[in-house]
């Protein structure tokens, strides 16, 4: 089993700035890759980031990338996105999830077995 929490989340205004954290416990940390879903209301869960279980490879949705970042601190057990340039439409409860049966990361949320309860990010206009 492996447990996550997600922390970070809040209300900013267009143009800033937010840094998400997810803390992971049980199996070994490194030994899986991580991803970062987003979801608004109304809408179904979508990727936004992915990284490799050593953090060498990283992935990003288009509606992200240059402007979000991945990163993951296997020591610490946690894996980061820090959000520049928010804007209104990043507004969603973000997710993290851990994929404990492949090796390389994926984009699918159906490809992830363990899932945090998220957290809220709302982007004012």
């Known amino acids: 089993q492996v447990q996550l929490v997600e922390s970070g989340g809040g209300l900013v205004q267009a143009g800033g700035s937010l840094r998400l954290s997810c803390a992971a416990s049980?199996?070994?940390?490194?030994?899986?890759?991580m991803g970062w879903f987003r979801q608004a209301p109304g809408k179904e869960r979508e990727f936004v980031s992915a990284i490799s279980r050593s953090g060498g490879g990283t992935y990003y949705a288009d509606s992200v990338r240059g402007r979000f970042t991945i990163s993951r601190d296997n020591a610490k057990n946690t894996v980061y996105l820090q959000m520049n340039s928010l804007k209104p439409e990043d507004t969603a409860v973000y997710y993290c999830a851990a994929d404990a049966s492949r090796a390389d990361p994926r984009l699918s949320p159906d490809d992830y077995e363990y899932w945090g309860q998220g957290t809220q990010v709302t982007v004012s206009s």
């Open positions: 049980g199996r070994t940390f490194s030994s899986f890759p």
